[in-house]
């Protein structure tokens, strides 16, 4: 009776294992979304939008509202990484199921959904002469691209080996 419980809870854990991964397989590469962490007045935390570098401006534009900071009005570029929960929605709902799976099967899943991000901050001032700052979120590998066009664009920037040394010594 117990091997079968226990064969029956690993198949349904294993359907959905497949269908998890079947889920997050369909995720496009092309035009990436990018999550606005915080600091544009306008967008929502956490929004998702495209992040594009053209006609003199960083633009990000949402779904309903869109806002561009002037590339010569940037400071500095700053590139980190973090490791953050994935899957979106279809990932949370998993997640939620895999705390059910029996004999703590579900652990494992919930540690394949982990995937890594970029983080781009760009700091900024306004005409006024305000400082600002704002976070994004960006695919694995994307940042160094976005802060290449920047500064090709005309964006300040530190040399990041200049950053890493400045960060080492405030420790």
């Known amino acids: 009776m117990l091997d079968s419980l226990h064969l029956k809870s690993t198949a349904v854990f294993t359907l959905l294992l497949g269908v998890t991964a079947v889920a997050l397989a369909q995720t496009p590469d092309q035009n990436p979304q990018i999550r606005h962490l915080i600091g544009l007045d306008n ?26 900071i002037p590339i010569p ?7 980190g990484a973090e490791t953050t929960q994935g899957g979106g929605k279809t990932g949370r ?13 579900g652990k494992a899943l919930t540690l394949m959904l982990r995937t890594k991000v970029d983080i781009l901050t760009v700091s ?15 695919p694995k590998g994307q940042a160094d691209k976005v802060r290449d066009d920047l500064i090709h664009a005309g964006a300040h920037a530190t040399d990041p080996a200049s950053q890493a040394a400045q960060a080492g010594g405030k420790q």
């Open 43 to 68: 967008i929502k935390n956490n929004a998702s939008g495209q992040l594009t570098v053209q006609n003199g401006v960083l633009q990000f534009k949402g779904k309903k509202t869109d806002a561009q």
């Open 73 to 79: 009005n940037i400071d500095d570029i700053f590139i």
């Open 93 to 105: 709902v998993v997640k939620t199921a895999a705390i059910a799976a029996p004999y703590g099967s």
């Open 124 to 138: 900024y001032h306004e005409t006024g002469g305000g400082m600002h700052g704002v976070i994004f979120a960006l």
